[in-house]
């Protein structure tokens, strides 16, 4: 009996090693990627909205090293956007119709383009959010803009590199 658990638990042990994830599925004909400044058809009047947003999404692709960043003309893929909406509602009203949290979200439409091989590999819309208390200035207002963006860009880059 206990020849038998030694061998199963060898094998096992031997299986371990030959399995390997690196939590990326990039077709190994991508190798570089540009990143346009994002258009911002939103009408929220944020400034400085696409800047944000297009720099905390070349961050995280620079983070990730799946994909080297560089430019337009040179890229294997390409990903586009448009910031669509960003509307900030009211959350949690109090008593009297106090409104004392708020919520903002950032609404995206994103393309993806393979260049190598000439195709759109996906067209998106994302989504990211983020509460803040109301009377609390603009500080808590950015911050939770800045949350919203985080949130966007890990989305965009998790569908990039591993949603083929």
């Not at 994002?38 to 999404?57: A, C, I, W």
Request: hydrophobic fraction near 40%; charge should be negative.
């Amino acid at each position: 009996m206990r020849f038998i658990i030694s061998i199963i638990a060898f094998g096992l042990l031997n299986l371990i090693g030959c399995y390997s994830f690196t939590g990326s599925s990039v077709p190994t004909h991508l190798k570089t990627i540009a990143i346009p400044l994002f258009d911002d058809q939103s009408g929220s009047g944020e400034p400085g909205l696409r800047e944000k947003l297009t720099n905390k999404l070349i961050e995280k692709f620079r983070q990730d090293n799946s994909l080297e960043l560089t430019e337009r003309t040179n890229a294997d893929c390409i990903l586009e956007g448009i910031i669509l909406s960003m509307p900030d509602k009211p959350q949690v009203v109090t008593a009297g119709e106090t409104v004392s949290k708020a919520r903002v979200t950032i609404t995206v439409k994103v393309n993806y383009q393979d260049m190598k091989l000439k195709k759109k590999v996906w067209e998106k819309q994302f989504s990211g959010w983020a509460d803040y208390q109301i009377g609390s200035g603009n500080t808590e207002r950015d911050a939770s803009i800045d949350i919203a963006i985080e949130k966007l860009s890990e989305d965009i880059l998790l569908e990039a590199v591993s949603g083929w």
